[in-house]
């Protein structure tokens, strides 16, 4: 299982352009192949892959995913207006920073 964390290229230049630290990114989960399940959602409707930048391995991506999502959200970071649950602003890094601070005992 994984929880990953995507987003197109697009997007994070833009924010980089407009002094942005965060951009539009997917945090998803699986519990199969990370990027077979992100290409599967991107297929063929962007003129771009998707950049896949986070992927972590644990054995509960549903409860990791449940509580990032919920973090975000607090944050007002979801983008409520994209297709699906799953679109944020915010970054890899912050994502994984996230995760590091669920994961403290």
């Not at 290409?39 to 896949?52: D, F, N, R, V």
């Not at 979801?78 to 669920?102: C, K, R």
Request: charge should be negative.
């Amino acid at each position: 299982e994984s929880v990953y964390v995507y987003y197109y290229d697009t997007y994070k230049k833009y924010a980089e352009i407009c002094g942005n630290d965060v951009w539009q990114c997917k945090v998803g989960r699986t519990e199969r192949d990370p990027l077979q399940r992100v290409l599967s959602q991107a297929g063929t409707c962007y003129p771009e892959l998707p950049h896949i930048a986070l992927v972590i391995k644990c054995e509960n991506s549903l409860q990791v995913e449940t509580a990032l999502h919920s973090i975000l959200k607090l944050r007002k970071q979801w983008i409520e207006s994209a297709p699906g649950v799953e679109w944020f602003l915010t970054s890899p890094e912050e994502v994984m920073m996230l995760y590091s601070a669920i994961m403290e005992k």
